[in-house]
Each structure stands twice: as structure tokens, then as C-alpha cells.
Nanobody, 119 residues
């Protein structure tokens, strides 16, 4: 089946940047809409953004729009989340997810990577 492995998390000061990666295996990567989600301590997992299979279309949550950018390299089966101008409220575990059906991100999730932004 599909396996998703995130990497790139860590500790960064407010105003700094991080780039997360999510490496996929198991199915044709370019067929999947890829999404990023995050879960802060004590809160529900929330949507961050998504990118189409070709990479030509992206969509972001208002909270990250203008600061975060999602891209993908289908030759490397990898999707990226570039995070700039980080704020303490961006602190969360970040997850990538794959949607092969077009019906939402329900089946395939990574294990998550911790991002901590200090003030």
C-alpha cells in the first residue's frame, strides 16, 4: 500500500523558516492529491494546504496563506511544505496525506514530524 514518511521538522525561532518533506511509495505518486495537516497539543488535526497531482494547483488555509508554500517533485515521489515567517502558533505535529480517490484525505497518512517555533 501507500507509505508516507515526513521529515524536516525541528526547533526554529519565530520568524524563521523550515522545509518539510514527505516521501511517498507504493502507488503512482502523480495520481495523488497531496495534503498537509497539523495538530497542535490538545487540539484537533487541521488542514494546512493541498496540491494537485500535477502540481499546478494549490490551496491553503487562511492561517498560512502567504507564508507557506506546497510543492512536489513527482520524479522523486516527494511533496514539500516550505514554511516561512514562522510563528509560535505554528507549533504542531505536521502530517502529510494522500488522496487517490478525490474524496478526501482518509486513507493514507504519514507518522508526522514535530515543528516547534520558539518566541
Amino acid at each position: 500500500q501507500v507509505q508516507l514518511v515526513e521529515s524536516g521538522g525541528g526547533l526554529v525561532q519565530a520568524g524563521g523558516s523550515l522545509r518539510l518533506s514527505c516521501a511517498a511509495s507504493g502507488r503512482a505518486f502523480s495520481m495523488a492529491i497531496m495534503g498537509w495537516f497539523r495538530q497542535a497539543p490538545g487540539k484537533e488535526r487541521v488542514f494546512v494546504g493541498r496540491i494537485s497531482g500535477s502540481g499546478g494547483s494549490t490551496y491553503y488555509a487562511d492561517s498560512v496563506k502567504g507564508r507557506f508554500t506546497i510543492s512536489r517533485d513527482n520524479a522523486k515521489n516527494t511533496v514539500y511544505l516550505q514554511m516561512n515567517s514562522l510563528k509560535p502558533e505554528d507549533t504542531a505535529v505536521y502530517y502529510c496525506a494522500a488522496d487517490y480517490s478525490g474524496r478526501g484525505f482518509s486513507d493514507y497518512w504519514g507518522q508526522g514530524t514535530q515543528v516547534t517555533v520558539s518566541s
